[in-house]
């Protein structure tokens, strides 16, 4: 894996440390999660994130564990880091940081006071809501090691403040029980109880919500460390109170022995492949009812788009096809009308996505194309047949097969976006793209193509799929190129002047990236076109991945800041998103052009923001820094599916 690890440069910096993100997950979409310099910039950091029933219904519980060292002299230096409401910031225990490194997926720390050098390891059990954080003398001493141990218990995406009752805590053998909800144990703890008022989080201040919270100070665990090799450990778990996890020390050297062994798996070329190897798992999680994907970390959930459009980069490209054939089954359960339900973090289930279903199409192709998995195939070829038919005979929200020239349109109510481009701003959508639009219709016409093979595979009659794919294909062909020399994003998009479903129609040349699906799909309907692709990437690529819309088009917007309604008008009129460098780098391999020079960017971010991982999103203008979610599903899947050229 690619060694991640900063001194003091970075570690006492307080705008350096604060802005690279660590993570490690649970295997159930729970989390802990922090910066590198220790300040909580977001509500969502924490130590224990517990996961409820789906994966985005997440409760924050551990905030901090604050350690404070009483040195040989008596005196006592504090080594947490908090940002407070008045904007100041202390402790400042960033400061004495001299190393952070992220070894096998585990994040350490190095304070150095004096002679006396203090580490500390986190990591979570894999399959329960369980952290250990285990706190080592190196060098020095004997010194007293005394953590402050700060908590509350609230949705995830909100905070508490002191004017509700404080949270209750239930006194057992060695710590106590927050809540009735999580458990902390470890050495000489002493009860406390006091709020820490005004804690503040710059990220979401930067986001425009509310930046600030209360905390509760629960109590404090202490120990002696005498010597090099003392240590101080704390556990807090969610999963069945009165079960002790297993020493913190013996679940750190767990997490590290599964964390190689999910990279050796992954058999990867090369250290930037078992970084991203190790990346994808932690997005790939194990619910009630089976695997699932979190569509990233820290606020969402589930997302069936993302999910299927992660697919080969989760699951194939790292070994994991039994996980992905139990995950393909478990949504195809979910068709209704032709369409895949959207597990959406709204905790309904809902069928609202017009490609969500092309994708998942393309999922089940890719894994028996590259798995040889017959047999899943013929399982679920009526359930994919059928999905044909019911676009073919028209669903929900205008979704259907236009008779007139066999392409996909849609466009239902005016408050529904369909597409991955699906921002809405107080209810209206940004990029409504109502009619046909380019990837849409790229997908499908690959999903019929791969059904064509998929049956024949499976000893179908395949006619009928085979008539219905050179159709659109042929019409594909015949109306998304434009005259500027690249592809209309959407025909038959009702005219500007009139409402959605008026009479006339025109076709949007805005330069978006979509167009990309359709030269780099595995049964792509156009092979690329050198002058269009060059004409593509010089207005959109940036070293992130391509914008989602060129500068200089009408609503272009460069920086994707703001509060939500700013964030939102601009997350896909300008905004950088890294997944796209997947079709990007397709069509240039199809094209027979240089790839090395697109993933380039990529590579190094992999060493900043959400550490080990791929970001969301960027500023579509330069310096292009990173947006959205540090740790991205399917940013991340594209980068490793893309460093292994498709079969």
């Not at 406390?192 to 979401?204: D, F, I, K, P």
């Not at 609503?555 to 509060?563: C, D, K, S």
């Not at 939102?568 to 997947?582: E, K």
Request: charged letters at 20%; aromatic letters at 8%; hydrophobic letters at 40%.
């Amino acid at each position: 894996m690619i060694d991640i690890r900063f001194g003091p440069g970075v570690c006492g910096d307080l705008a350096a440390g604060a802005s690279r993100e660590w993570l490690v997950t649970d295997g159930r979409g729970g989390y802990a999660m922090g910066t590198v310099g220790g300040l909580r910039t977001r509500r969502y950091h924490g130590l224990l994130v517990v996961a409820g029933q789906t994966p985005a219904s997440r409760r924050v519980g551990l905030v901090s564990l604050d350690p404070a060292v009483t040195l040989p002299s008596g005196a006592q230096v504090r080594l947490g880091a908090h940002e407070w409401s008045s904007g100041v910031v202390d402790p400042r225990g960033f400061e004495l940081l001299e190393r952070f490194d992220l070894a096998d997926g585990v994040p350490r720390w190095r304070w150095r006071v004096g002679d006396v050098v203090l580490e500390r390891e986190i990591a979570m059990a894999y399959g329960r809501s369980c952290v250990a954080v285990v706190h080592r003398l190196v060098s020095g001493g004997p010194v007293r090691l005394d953590l402050a141990a700060a908590c509350t218990w609230r949705d995830a995406h909100g905070e508490r403040r002191a004017d509700g009752p404080a949270p209750r805590l239930d006194p057992v053998a060695g710590g106590a029980v927050v809540e009735g909800a999580f458990r902390l144990a470890g050495p000489d703890w002493t009860p406390a109880g006091q709020w820490w008022l005004g804690v503040h989080h710059r990220e979401e201040a930067a986001r425009g919500l509310h930046p600030d919270e209360d905390l509760w100070y629960a109590g404090r665990f202490s120990a002696s460390l005498d010597e090099p090799g003392a240590e101080l450990s704390v556990l807090a778990w969610a999963d069945d109170l009165a079960e002790e996890p297993p020493p913190a020390t013996a679940l750190v050297a767990a997490a590290r022995r599964r964390h190689r062994a999910v990279v050796a798996a992954a058999k990867p070329a090369d250290e930037v492949e078992a970084t991203l190897a190790l990346a994808a798992d932690a997005f790939v999680v194990r619910t009630a009812t089976g695997p699932d994907v979190v569509a990233g970390y820290p606020w969402f959930g589930a997302w069936s788009r993302d999910t299927m459009t992660s697919y080969e980069g989760l699951f194939l490209a790292t070994n994991r096809a039994d996980e992905g054939r139990e995950l393909l089954r478990a949504y195809a359960a979910t068709l209704s009308e032709g369409m895949l339900a959207n597990t959406a973090d709204t905790g309904r289930v809902e069928h609202n996505t017009v490609d969500a279903t092309l994708w998942f199409l393309h999922a089940v192709s890719r894994h028996v194309t590259l798995t040889g998995d017959t047999d899943l195939g013929a399982e679920l070829l009526p359930a994919l047949h059928a999905v044909v038919a019911a676009h073919v005979a028209g669903t929900r929200y205008g979704i259907g097969v236009d008779p007139a020239d066999g392409l996909l349109t849609q466009g239902g109510p005016p408050d529904v976006a369909l597409t991955w481009m699906d921002a809405r701003v107080y209810g209206v959508p940004v990029t409504p793209r109502t009619g046909k639009p380019v990837e849409v219709n790229a997908l499908w016409v690959n999903g019929l193509a791969g059904l064509v093979e998929l049956t024949g595979r499976t000893g179908g009659d395949a006619g009928g799929l085979r008539t219905l794919h050179d159709r659109a294909a042929g019409s594909f062909r015949e109306r998304f190129p434009g005259p500027a020399g690249w592809l209309h994003d959407v025909v038959d998009a009702p005219a500007p002047a009139y409402p959605l479903g008026g009479a006339p129609h025109h076709d949007d040349d805005l330069l978006r990236p979509n167009q990309l699906l359709a030269w780099s799909l595995p049964y792509a309907p156009l092979d690329p076109d050198e002058a269009a692709l060059r004409q593509v990437t010089e207005a959109l690529f940036t070293p992130l991945g391509p914008r989602s819309l060129a500068p200089g088009s009408p609503g272009f917007v460069g920086r994707h800041r703001g509060g939500p309604a700013e964030r939102d008008a601009g997350y896909h009129q300008g905004t950088v998103w890294p997944w796209l460098t997947g079709p990007l780098v397709d069509a240039y391999r199809r094209a027979g052009l240089p790839v090395d020079d697109l993933l380039v960017g990529l590579t190094g971010h992999l060493t900043e923001y959400g550490l080990g991982s791929v970001s969301e999103t960027a500023d579509g203008i330069a310096p292009h820094a990173a947006t959205g979610c540090p740790f991205q599903a399917w940013s991340v899947a594209e980068l490793l599916r893309v460093r292994r050229p498709r079969r």
